[in-house]
């Protein structure tokens, strides 16, 4: 496929999946429930923190991590009591538990205490054209509290070659701003230029498929390939393409 005809179709793919039924198949529901700026920043990084295996758990689960801070995240992460913090003992999701979501918890008042909140810390980092030197001094920032060594691997890290994609994929529904209604575009002071796509086995075959991949993993150096192309069919939004090939591997097995 030629340059020209492939922007054509990935450009008609995006159309037909980023629009509002999306949603419904989607963690980007969580923060959607939410019409303050933090409950929404919240809720959206902890249901992007437990978005992998089955999409209809993930959904499932992040609900019920809403439920246990009686659905006001902000006012939970601010206000909590100890006793509070003792129910989220039971939540699991995979290998996130109880104790690291207490962590979280932790991490995330941290963050708006002594930081200014999560877009203040992510927007401070940011590069040009890259998002991951971010996303790497986030990490240190949050887990800047007590934890257990085991929690850090549930934030990603793209300086250590991870492709970040849960974090990246967060950042693309805080930042890009359409009229869509499908990313929340909250965030003014990141630039969806300098977003990276959520590279995963999905987008990552169609990719392949699509000659805009050759790296066989799906990590940091693969996602710097995949950026490099999807920027040249559109620096300014080069992320919405993530709609495109999600869509065609998951709804269409392309």
């Known amino acids: 496929m ?3 005809e492939l922007k054509s179709f990935l450009d008609e793919k995006v159309i037909q999946y980023n629009t509002q039924d999306f949603i419904d198949s989607d963690p980007v529901q969580i923060p959607h429930l939410f019409s303050q700026k933090e409950d929404i920043e919240i809720a959206g990084f902890l249901a992007a923190t437990i978005a992998w295996g089955n999409r209809k758990m993930i959904i499932k689960n992040a609900h019920h991590m809403m439920e246990l801070m009686g659905n006001s995240p902000y006012d939970f992460v601010l206000s909590h009591q100890q006793k509070d913090l003792k129910d989220l003992e039971s939540f699991v999701h995979r290998t996130f538990n109880g104790q690291d979501f207490k962590v979280f918890i932790k991490g995330l008042q941290h963050i708006y205490q002594k930081h200014n ?3 203040a810390v992510f927007a401070q980092n940011q590069e040009a054209f890259s998002m991951q030197k971010s996303i790497h001094e986030f990490k240190k920032l949050f887990f800047d509290v007590p934890h257990a ?5 549930h934030i990603s890290d ?4 991870s492709a970040a994609k849960r974090i990246n994929m967060y950042l693309r529904w805080m930042v890009r701003q359409d009229t869509k209604g499908v990313d929340l575009g909250i965030w003014k002071s990141i630039s969806p230029a300098a977003l990276s796509c959520p590279l995963d086995v999905h987008s990552g075959n169609v990719a392949r498929k699509l000659g805009l991949l050759h790296r066989k993993q799906n990590d940091a150096k693969a996602l710097t390939e995949l950026d490099t192309q999807l920027r040249i069919l559109d620096p300014n939004d080069p992320v919405k393409y993530d709609f495109a090939l999600f869509g065609l591997g998951v709804f269409e097995g392309f």
């Open 158 to 161: 793209p300086l250590n070659n």
């Open 2 to 4: 030629k340059a020209a």
């Open 149 to 153: 060594t085991r929690t850090q691997k």
């Open 117 to 119: 909140g999560l877009e």
